[in-house]
């Protein structure tokens, strides 16, 4: 089972900045085959990423993902209050299916 | 636009079987791929299963022994029975559309709202 770790577990950034959360996996995600989804207060988490980079149908391009292999990192610029919310990668290159622990993105 | 909506008792008692359904609107049961999440209060993500309309299903291997994941496409739904339930069962439990192609499956896009579930006496 390919074990995701995410750090840091929590953030608190002021409006205007740039948030870099972290995503590494315990063996190499082939093709890139890594989303991050955002779950915001009460809600379903969201896709925002797919295939480490590409951003979903309607999600702005202040969301961005980079990396590959194990290190694969979600950057949010311009935060706002709408981006409060727990941020999770997922694998999907092998079964089972899994998830980071989340990152809680705050708003000083 | 797909939507999905859970539904199904929200207190289970220990032992028991968990049972939720969940409704697909928008478009045919038939055109994808359907799975079951779940998130126990405060903790993280965790894949249940996935399923096709025409049976084919791949279970986590956590729960495989006691999970079974089934479609009716004549009410466009796909229903979870989660058997010999414990507390530890306990979580808001989550369908959603799973894109698969080729072969692979991969990511969920759209989620229902979630269902919270008690396993309690």
């Known amino acids: 089972e390919t074990v995701l770790t995410q750090s840091p577990g929590s953030l608190s950034l002021s409006p205007g900045e740039t948030a870099t959360l972290s995503c590494r996996a315990s063996?190499?995600?082939?093709?890139?085959?890594l989303g991050w989804y955002q779950q915001k207060p009460g809600q379903a988490p969201r896709l925002l990423i797919f295939?480490?980079?590409t951003r979903a149908t309607g999600i702005p391009d202040r969301f961005s993902g980079s990396g590959s292999g194990t290190d694969f990192t979600l950057t949010i610029s311009r935060l706002g209050p709408e981006d409060i919310a727990v941020y999770y990668c997922?694998?999907?290159?092998?079964?089972?299916?899994?998830f980071g622990g989340g990152t809680r993105v705050e708003i000083k | 636009q797909v939507q999905l909506q859970e539904s199904g008792p929200g207190l289970v008692k220990p032992s028991e079987t968990l049972s939720l359904t969940c409704t697909v609107s928008?478009?045919?049961?038939?055109?994808?791929?359907w799975s079951w999440l779940r998130q126990p209060p405060g903790k993280g993500l965790e894949w249940i299963g996935y399923?096709?309309?025409?049976?084919?299903?791949n279970y986590s291997p956590s729960l495989e022994s006691r999970v079974t994941i089934s479609v009716d496409t004549s009410k466009n739904q796909f229903s979870l029975n989660l058997r010999s339930v414990t507390a530890a069962d306990t979580a808001i439990y989550y369908c959603?559309?799973?894109?698969?192609?080729?072969?692979?499956?991969?990511?969920?896009?759209?989620w229902g709202q979630g269902t919270l579930v008690t396993v309690s006496p």
């Open positions: 959603a559309r799973i894109f698969c192609s080729g072969g692979g499956c991969y990511w969920f896009v759209p």
């Open positions: 928008g478009d045919s049961i038939t055109s994808y791929w």
């Open positions: 399923v096709y309309y025409s049976g084919i299903t």
């Open positions: 063996q190499t995600i082939n093709n890139n085959y």
């Open positions: 295939t480490a980079s």
């Open positions: 997922q694998q999907y290159d092998s079964l089972p299916l899994t």
